[in-house]
Nanobody, 122 residues
């Protein structure tokens, strides 16, 4: 089985910065797409950013130019650098990783972390 653990959330003032981290552990052969999603109260979970093992990234329009996703493939970690935070960025942020659990597996399974709260408020 695979477990994802997020860290780095918290309370920050508007205009501030936070860095989220997500570590994958367990039975891992390789990881494909890594990403971050968020869910604000009363809203659906939405994509924030994703990154492939080849370096291709996708960002939600609302965070382009402010957030940056990066990954350390050797450590099975993905990061989200969040700058110029706004109150509307307040949400629970979830890590998602597509994991190939063995050499014999020819597909990637999607795993989710438990989420970390980010609150942007003065």
């Amino acid at each position: 089985q695979v477990q994802l653990m997020e860290s780095g959330g918290g309370l920050v003032q508007p205009g501030g910065s936070l860095r989220l981290s997500c570590a994958a552990s367990g039975t891992i052969f390789s990881i494909g797409v890594m990403g971050w999603y968020r869910q604000a109260p009363g809203k659906q979970r939405e994509l924030v950013a994703t990154g492939t093992s080849g370096g291709r990234t996708v960002y939600a329009d609302s965070v382009k130019g402010r957030f940056a996703i990066s990954r350390d493939n050797a450590k099975n970690m993905v990061y989200l650098e969040m700058n110029r935070l706004k109150p509307e960025d307040t949400a629970v942020y979830y890590c998602n990783q597509g994991v190939r659990v063995s050499m014999a597996a020819d597909y990637y399974q999607s795993f989710w972390g438990q989420g970390t709260q980010v609150t942007v408020s003065s």
